[in-house]
């Protein structure tokens, strides 16, 4: 599961080991934030009305829920199970108040935290993808903050500084789990 502040490009490397690993499947989470260009729906997120999120609440469906940068976000506890029992790999993009969700109920779950190479390189990114208010990108450095403080609760921390070492960083530790669990059959 990758965690780590907005901003830090976990959705680009998210994609680039998708590609790279089978049998490695994400996890399209719900939110009520509203689409940003080029987003689209059921394969960014499934977007959905904060009365439809509260609803799917209250019917337990999601595995994990957090209120984030002032929006709601979900993991449908349907998707993972469906995927477990399928046999793939399950990739989870979240903020960390999900990941300390995850932690505790399926403690097998691998936590990868991917943190930005500054202060002023995480701000660059979030002014540069112009998808942003000033005001969500105060909320978001401020928040990043507080996230960066939680990177040691994680099993792996992954510098995100150029695309091409990250994502062969991240290769790397999925595939040495993979190796692992092959060596205890
Ligand atoms: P964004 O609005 O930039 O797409 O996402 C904002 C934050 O919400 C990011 O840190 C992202 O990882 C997190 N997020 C996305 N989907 C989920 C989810 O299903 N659960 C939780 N807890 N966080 C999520």
């Known amino acids: 599961m990758l965690?780590?502040?907005?901003?830090?490009?976990?959705?680009t490397l998210r994609a680039r080991?998708?590609?790279?690993i089978d049998n490695l499947v994400y996890s399209i989470s719900c939110t009520t934030r509203?689409?940003?260009?080029?987003?689209r729906e059921g394969v960014d997120y499934r977007f959905i009305s904060k009365e439809e999120f509260m609803n799917r609440e209250r019917q337990n469906l999601f595995l994990?829920?957090?209120?984030?940068?002032?929006?709601?976000?979900?993991?449908?506890?349907?998707?993972?199970?469906?995927?477990?029992?399928?046999?793939?790999?399950?990739?989870?993009?979240?903020?960390?108040?999900g990941a300390r969700q995850?932690?505790?109920?399926?403690?097998?779950?691998v936590l990868i935290f991917i943190a930005p190479p500054s202060a002023a390189v995480?701000?660059?990114?979030?002014?540069?993808?112009?998808?942003?208010?000033?005001?969500?990108?105060?909320?978001r450095l401020e928040n990043a903050k507080k996230e960066m403080e939680q990177s040691s609760d994680y099993s792996h921390v992954v510098l995100n500084d150029t695309l091409e070492r990250a994502s062969e960083a991240?290769?790397?530790?999925?595939?040495?789990?993979?190796?692992?669990?092959?060596?205890?059959?």
């Open 170 to 185: 991240l290769r790397g530790i999925v595939l040495s789990y993979r190796n692992e669990t092959d060596e205890c059959q």
């Open 34 to 39: 509203a689409p940003r260009e080029g987003e």
């Open 17 to 20: 080991v998708l590609s790279d």
């Open 64 to 97: 994990e829920h957090a209120a984030v940068h002032g929006n709601f976000y979900g993991t449908l506890r349907e998707d993972v199970e469906r995927e477990m029992e399928a046999g793939h790999d399950v990739l989870l993009e979240i903020d960390v108040q």
């Open 122 to 139: 995480l701000e660059e990114r979030l002014r540069r993808r112009r998808t942003e208010s000033e005001e969500q990108i105060a909320l």
């Open 102 to 109: 995850i932690r505790e109920l399926l403690p097998e779950s």
């Open 3 to 11: 965690a780590g502040p907005s901003g830090v490009g976990k959705g």
